[in-house]
């Protein structure tokens, strides 16, 4: 005897919406539909779902800002991310070189006494000196990221003397010490952006902000430079590859 057909599940439209919100987005995040998004038709026969549905998906990626609707000229995309790799040790210059040039806008470059936690993972003793760097970065004259650097001494000393509006400090940190740099740690959160950061990186108060911290060492193990790093959410996606472990 053929086992029971499964009872549908009735589910709000709004969850379907979201459901199809969701995959939307990563297609147009992935580049797809260039030459604007199918009718709303087509879009409901592909997800299975009403066109009031589909209707109500496109109005959420709407008030996203991703797309532009108009009676006569269709969907279209108005916004594309910038994709951002987790599974290599690049900084932002080289991570965005397909996209454009990425330029630094230098806002503090200064020896400071280190707070505690940032002292502790530095492996440096409490109170002691590091070179702290803040850089606006831009990509195309956007502004992407507010970022906060923190130095060992004997390194960022020496990175000072070079141009920071066009340098990125993971490359100089190489060329300074002739090592490598070998791994990072890093914590990535959303966070809601504060006025001042909302004001320097030209996005409403309270706008979703991606926020990493990362602890980056050379290939001998010692840790050299810990950031503090706001990124846009509305303009930067993060990808990376994984892999299930034995564990």
């Known amino acids: 005897m053929p086992p029971p057909e499964p009872t549908p599940i009735r589910r709000p439209r709004a969850d379907q919406a979201r459901q199809v ?24 026969a592909e997800f299975f779902v009403s066109r009031n549905t589909v209707r109500e998906a496109l109005g959420v990626l709407k008030n996203e800002g991703l797309i532009d609707r108009g009676t006569k000229v269709g969907t279209h995309v108005t916004v594309r991310k910038y994709d951002h790799g987790l599974d290599a040790l690049v900084g932002l210059k080289e991570t965005f070189k397909d996209y454009g040039e990425v330029r630094n806008e230098v806002r503090a470059v200064l020896q400071l006494a280190a707070p505690p936690a940032v002292a502790r993972k530095l492996n440096l003793e409490p109170g002691a000196q590091v070179v702290f760097i ?41 060329q300074v010490t002739g ?28 706008a979703a902000l991606l926020m990493a911290e990362r602890l980056t060492s050379l290939d001998d193990g010692r840790p050299v430079d810990l950031e503090y790093i706001r990124m846009r959410g509305d303009r930067i996606t993060m990808r990376g590859n994984l892999t299930r472990s034995d564990t």
């Open 21 to 44: 919100a969701d995959v939307l987005r990563h297609q147009i995040f992935d580049g797809a539909y260039a030459q604007g998004l199918p009718a709303e038709g087509e879009l409901a």
């Open 179 to 206: 090592q490598r740099l070998g791994t990072a740690t890093i914590a990535l959160e959303a966070v809601s952006a504060d006025p001042h950061s909302a004001a320097t990186l030209a996005v409403p108060d309270g």
């Open 134 to 174: 803040e850089r606006l970065r831009y990509l195309a004259e956007l502004p992407l990221s507010l970022d906060l650097t923190y130095l060992v001494p004997d390194i960022g000393e020496q990175v000072m003397a070079y141009p920071l509006e066009t340098n990125d400090v993971f490359t100089l940190i190489e």
